[in-house]
């Protein structure tokens, strides 16, 4: 899982640019709706006009802000004011507990969270930790909260908000969690996965124009403004992307810049390249345990260029080689 640090939250600070002051505004929790899973036989609660998606057998996600889903990717410093609500199941192998589900569940490192406390969960006790850190637009706070009824599926309940709107949704967040059903490990003749195959990154690529910039990206991808930063990205995941982030820099000294940020996220693996008819150097590690990112930079006309490609680690051969050849298409 990821885990991020104060380091990488500064780094993004730079990749990905504020929004501004007159952002959109937190929207209201409406009229709360069942979900079941057809699986394990959980249900919980949601806001109805939240936007959700599913994954059967596995987890529900409800977002108040479908623009603003990429933010639990990025963690970005500054933007969408949203919120979300997860439930996700995980089987327990023998010798596992609540505490195994506690560990794989943590996104950030442990100085961010609480000590664990005792939670009603559909009549069982459960743990509950709750985290958060100061960001530009306000607090992201969260609650994670895990429960089991049989010792064999642990159930993960996540509430989060950026922009230190958790206490907007506090009565909502807390009738949520009332309403939560438990559920069971699915049979063997239950099948579990996706509702749906979304497609992957087109192998086909078009040239779209940015701040300074053409670069090529898959023809099924379309660009998405999230402050100073255009990602690119398709409908298939909204963890795997393209970013071009551009700012005025007066420095000379690209390497030395990618070298310090490349210590910033503890990568040693810096890569000298062409990008554009620059030169250009590439950081490459892993932002989480499940997300690998590669950072370019470029200097052109006194513009530094940024290029993020984050990619899902398990679906590399879908993303690891378009979306490289998107990052080093970048012409000024």
Not at 254 to 273: H, I
């Amino acid at each position: 899982m990821k885990k991020i640090t104060i380091s990488l939250l500064a780094l993004l600070a730079l990749v990905i640019m504020s929004c501004g002051e007159n952002g959109p505004k937190a929207p209201e929790a409406g009229e709360l709706t069942t979900y079941t899973d057809d699986a394990t036989k959980f249900s919980i609660d949601f806001p109805k006009n939240w936007d959700d998606n599913k994954v059967v057998g596995k987890q529900f996600q409800a977002f108040s802000m479908p623009e603003g889903k990429v933010r639990f990717t990025t963690f970005s410093t500054d933007g969408a004011p949203v919120a979300r609500v997860t439930l996700t199941v995980m089987v327990l192998d023998s010798g596992q507990s609540l505490q195994t589900a506690i560990d794989t569940s943590k996104v950030f490192t442990p100085e961010y969270y609480t000590a664990p406390v005792d939670v009603k969960v559909d009549g069982t006790t459960g743990k509950k930790l709750t985290y958060g850190f100061p960001l530009t637009d306000g607090e992201f706070n969260g609650e994670l909260i895990v429960a089991t009824k049989d010792n064999k599926l642990a159930h993960i309940i996540k509430f989060e908000a950026f922009a230190g709107t958790i206490e907007q949704y506090r009565t909502t967040f807390d009738n949520i969690l009332k309403s939560v059903k438990l559920g069971v490990v699915p049979e063997q003749s239950v099948t579990t996965g996706p509702a749906e195959e979304l497609p992957p990154p087109s192998t086909t690529m078009k040239t779209v124009k940015g701040n300074g910039y053409s670069i090529s990206i898959p023809d099924n991808f379309e660009a998405v403004q999230k402050g100073a930063a255009t990602m690119y990205t398709g409908e298939r995941r909204g963890d795997s992307y393209v970013s071009v982030t551009a700012s005025k820099t007066k420095s000379k000294n690209l390497k030395g810049t990618a070298e310090k940020n490349a210590k910033a996220v503890g990568s040693d693996k810096l890569t000298k390249m062409k990008i554009g008819g620059q030169e250009a150097y590439m950081v490459s590690y892993d932002a989480t345990a499940k997300i690998h990112r590669d950072i370019y930079y470029v200097i052109n006309d006194g513009m530094l260029y940024q290029i993020v490609v984050d990619y899902f680690k398990e679906e590399a051969d879908l993303y690891k080689s378009v979306l490289g050849k998107s990052a080093t298409s970048l012409k000024f």
